[in-house]
């Protein structure tokens, strides 16, 4: 089992994008607002609820003037909220210079046929070059799927093992024949927590409302999801406290989970947070579950 430990990206770190962040005017302290009127604020939307004069909708905390609709479209990738993506027709490309140690860079929320993540040194030129295809054939699996299964792509993907340190440049290029979205896009450092075990479970947690009238016609209302798994996994007891601090500075910050390498056929990545940890310490040998709950 692993776990990828997020670093925030940051104004500074974002050298660009082909996303151009135009999804409204930006805000500005003498301009006068009407209702309806819609601004960006640090990387947000902000749709006006009253007219307003000088009122920054950052510092709007009870909505009174400004309510928050999300990120701009640019950022919504880094807005930990894998349900309203970022997208664009054809490609999205992200320059981003981290300027901290780091090792991997994950994707959910895709709609994409391919990945491309370069990391290029001041000096030494590029030194991580990796494209990926994501077609998903876990549903072929005779002669008759191969022929007539429609083409899937991955939803989701990590590039563990990739070079991130101060002063390199990390370019993101995720491409498609139509309309590419990225949900969220997690770059980080990998950690080994233990051992998957075979007993780790998946599945979800569904927030849509399914009830019935008086004359049992069904009410169906679609909402988000969350996916779920409860991760069992082996660890020598030696590492209960290197554990128990990595899980500790996450605690209330998002990550992504996996089961480790060539795994995500199972359903086990996932990007979200996890529920208490405790384990009984053995002489040798330990044994953890972790509960891990999906963002939406």
Do not use: C
């Amino acid at each position: 089992m692993r776990v990828v430990e997020p670093i925030a990206i940051t104004d500074a770190m974002m050298l660009g994008s082909n996303i151009a962040e135009d999804d409204a005017a930006v805000w500005t302290v003498g301009t006068s607002y009407t209702t309806g009127q819609t601004v960006i604020r640090d990387h947000a939307v902000f749709e006006a609820v009253a007219a307003s004069t000088g009122q920054d909708p950052q510092l709007d905390t009870t909505s009174t003037y400004w309510l928050r609709l999300g990120a701009t479209n640019r950022w919504k990738v880094f807005d930990r909220l894998i349900s309203d993506p970022a997208v664009r027709a054809g490609m999205i490309t992200y320059s981003i210079k981290p300027d901290v140690l780091a090792d991997a860079v994950a994707f959910f929320g895709l709609d994409a046929a391919s990945i491309r993540v370069k990391v290029t040194d001041p000096v030494e030129g590029v030194i991580y070059d990796v494209t990926r295809t994501i077609i998903d054939n876990t549903s072929v699996f005779d002669g008759w799927t191969y022929a007539f299964e429609p083409v899937t792509y991955d939803s989701q993907e990590i590039f563990t093992g990739v070079p991130i340190y101060t002063g390199v440049t990390l370019d993101i290029t995720v491409a498609s024949a139509g309309t590419v979205q990225i949900g969220q896009i997690v770059v980080g450092r990998d950690q080994y927590l233990g051992d998957t075990l075979v007993d780790t479970a998946v599945g979800f947690e569904d927030f849509s409302k399914k009830d019935r009238d008086d004359f049992g016609n069904a009410i169906i209302v679609p909402r988000a999801y969350a996916q779920t798994a409860t991760f069992r996994f082996s660890f020598p007891t030696d590492d209960a406290r290197r554990l128990r601090g990595i899980l500790a500075r996450i605690r209330a910050t998002p990550a992504v989970y996996y089961a480790g390498d060539g795994t995500s056929k199972f359903g086990t990545t996932i990007f979200g947070f996890f529920r208490d940890f405790s384990v009984p310490l053995t002489t040798n040998i330990s044994f953890g579950s972790l509960e891990v709950e999906g963002l939406t």
